[in-house]
C-alpha cells in the first residue's frame, strides 16, 4: 500500500515539475521572438514586453491544459483500479 503511495507523490510532483517547465518554455520563446523582433526588425522595446506577457499567459494557459488532462487520466485510471477491487466480500472466484 504505501509503494502505491509513493508512486502517486512522485506522480504529483513530476505534474508540477511539466506545468513548471511549460511555463518557463513559452515565456523563453516569446520573450525570444520579442527580442528578435526589437533587434533585426527594428521595432520598438515595447514589443519585447508585450511578447514576453503573451508568453506568460499562453505558458498559463497551456500549463493549466496540461495539468487538466493529467487529473482526468489519474481519475481514469483510479476509476479502473476501483473496478478491479472485488468489493462483494467474495473470494473473487465466483
Not at 18 to 45: D, K
Not at 66 to 75: C, F, G, P, T, V
Request: glycine share 10%; charged share 25%; hydrophobic share 45%.
Amino acid at each position: 500500500m504505501k509503494e502505491n503511495r509513493n508512486r502517486i507523490d512522485w506522480t504529483a510532483l513530476a505534474s508540477l515539475y511539466q506545468f513548471a517547465v511549460i511555463v518557463v518554455a513559452n515565456i523563453a520563446v516569446a520573450g525570444g521572438l520579442g527580442y528578435l523582433l526589437y533587434r533585426f526588425v527594428g521595432m520598438e522595446r515595447f514589443w519585447i514586453s508585450f511578447f514576453l506577457l503573451f508568453g506568460a499567459f499562453s505558458g498559463i494557459y497551456n500549463g493549466i491544459r496540461y495539468l487538466l488532462k493529467e487529473a482526468e487520466r489519474y481519475d481514469r485510471n483510479k476509476d479502473n483500479d476501483d473496478e478491479d477491487i472485488d468489493n462483494t466480500g467474495g473470494s473473487g472466484n465466483a
